[in-house]
């Protein structure tokens, strides 16, 4: 049964920082492009960053390009979605998911597997 548990949200100043963590429990982790995705309140569930395989490519939105980095362990089945000079914008539920595919996708119907989300909240 593949589970994806993620960790590490929290209350944070505007400016502050947060590491996400997402722990996979995939068989076939190493094969698989990974993703953050969030949806802040009344808001439609969105891309945030994805992650290929190996690690060598990524992809951001434009909202988080050059605050956040996705990143991965393959040995340790985690992926990490670093948040750098938080914005009140940025508050969203931040879902992590897992797309067992070779090809890097930034649509979510792609993705086959969700966790349950981890709340950020950004105070101004």
């Known amino acids: 049964q593949v589970q994806l548990v993620e960790s590490g949200g929290g209350l944070v100043q505007a400016g502050g920082s947060l590491r996400l963590s997402c722990a996979a429990s995939i068989s076939t982790f190493s094969n698989t492009a990974m993703g953050w995705f969030r949806r802040a309140p009344g808001q439609e569930r969105d891309f945030v960053a994805a992650?290929?395989?190996?690690?060598?490519?990524?992809y951001y939105a434009d909202s988080v390009k050059g605050r956040f980095t996705i990143s991965r362990d393959n040995a340790k089945k985690l992926v990490y979605l670093q948040m750098n000079s938080l914005e009140p914008e940025d508050t969203a539920v931040y879902y992590c998911?897992?797309?067992?595919?070779?090809?890097?996708?930034?649509?979510?119907?792609?993705?086959?597997?969700w966790g349950q989300g981890t709340q950020v909240t950004v105070s101004s």
């Open positions: 998911a897992a797309d067992v595919d070779l090809v890097v996708t930034t649509d979510l119907v792609e993705y086959d597997y």
């Open positions: 992650i290929s395989w190996t690690g060598e490519f990524t």
